[in-house]
C-alpha cells in the first residue's frame, strides 16, 4: 500500500513540475541603462520590473499573448509574450535596437520584431515619398521582395504573427502607393501657400528661456520643422537635421524647431532638447495641434517642414526633409 501511495505521489510530483507556466519569465541585463526601471506594455496592460545598478533585472508577467512594448525610459522595442516563455533580454542603450538579443523559452518571435525594425529602417527611407514615380515603383518591388525573403527565412515564429506578416505584405504595395498620391495631392493643395506672407505665431516658448515670435526672426530664410517627441518618424529625422544645420551653419537661414507637445510632455520636450542636443531654434506651440500656425498651415500630420524667405512670405508650406537629397537641391537653387 505504502508503495502504491509513493508510486501516486511520485507521478502527481512530476505533473506539477511539468506543468505549462501561467506566467512569462523575464530577465536580463542592460549596458548603460538610461533609468531604474523597464515597462512591459500593451494598450490594455503595463508592468514595471525594476533594473538594478549593475543593470540586471528579472520578473514574472502574467500576460495575454501577443506583441508587447518594452521601454527602458528613453527607448523602445517590441517583443511576443506568451505565458509559458522564459526570456533573457540584452541590449546596450548606446545602440538600442542595432544590439537588442532575445535567448530562452520562446525567444524566436521577439528576435524576428526586433531584425524586422532594423530591416524596414534601411528599407523605408525618410525619402521614399519624395522620388520620382518611376523610381518610387522600382523601390517598392524591391522593398515587397526583401521583406518576402525575410518572412519566409522566419517560419519558426508563431504561427499568428507569421499570417498577419504575410496579410500585411500583400497590402503593402497598395497601402504605399495610396501614401505616395496623397503626398502628391498635398503637395498641390499646399502650392497656395507660394509666395504669401506666412501666416504667424507669437511667443511660443523658446527652450533657451523667454519667448519667440515669427517676426523675430525676419531678415534670413526659416526652415521650420514641426514635431513632438512621441513621433517616430520626427525623431528619425533628427540626425539629418543636425547635419543639414551643421553644414549651414552662419549662412543665411535660421532653423526652427517647433514641438507641438501639449502641457502635460512640457517636461519630456525640453528634456529631449537637452538630452539630445538639439540645435537651432527650439520652441513650443501653445496650444499643441489647436494652435492657430498648425491650423493655420492645414498641418494634420508631423514632421512637417516649411522654408519661409528673408521677407516672411512662403517658399514651400510642404518643404523638403532634411533625409531628403531634394532639400539641399532646393537650398543650393535659392542660393542659401
Known sequence: MKKILFLAFTIALVACENAPKDYVTLSGKITDKNSDSLVVRTRTYSKTIQVNEDGTFKDTLKVVAGVHNIYDGKESSNMYLENGFDINVTLDTKEFDETIKYTGIGAETSNYLAQKSLLQESLFTPDLLDLEEAAFKTKVDEIENKLTEFIEKNKNIDS?????????????????????????QRAVQMASFIGKPSPD??????????????????????????????????KAEIPFLKKVEEQYHGK?????????????????????????????????????????????????????????????????????????????????????
Request: hydrophobic share 35%; net charge negative.
Open 252 to 336: 543665411n537661414i535660421e532653423f526652427v524647431s517647433i514641438s507641438i507637445d501639449d502641457q502635460k510632455k512640457h517636461d519630456a520636450w525640453k528634456k529631449m532638447v537637452t538630452d539630445k542636443e538639439l540645435g537651432g531654434v527650439q520652441l513650443l506651440a501653445d496650444s499643441d495641434w489647436k494652435s492657430k500656425f498648425i491650423q493655420d498651415y492645414k498641418i494634420q500630420g508631423i514632421p512637417r517642414f516649411i522654408l519661409i524667405d528673408p521677407a516672411g512670405n512662403v517658399v514651400n508650406a510642404d518643404a523638403p526633409r532634411p533625409s531628403s537629397p531634394k532639400l539641399i537641391e532646393l537650398f543650393t537653387s535659392l542660393d542659401i
Open 160 to 184: 499568428t504573427i507569421y499570417a498577419n506578416e504575410k496579410a500585411g505584405l500583400e497590402k503593402l504595395g497598395e497601402n504605399l502607393l495610396t501614401s505616395y498620391n496623397r503626398q502628391k
Open 201 to 234: 505665431f507669437v511667443d511660443y516658448e523658446n527652450h533657451k528661456g523667454g519667448t519667440t515670435s515669427l517676426t523675430d526672426l525676419k531678415g534670413k530664410y526659416i526652415y521650420i520643422d514641426v514635431w513632438a517627441t512621441w513621433c517616430g518618424p520626427c
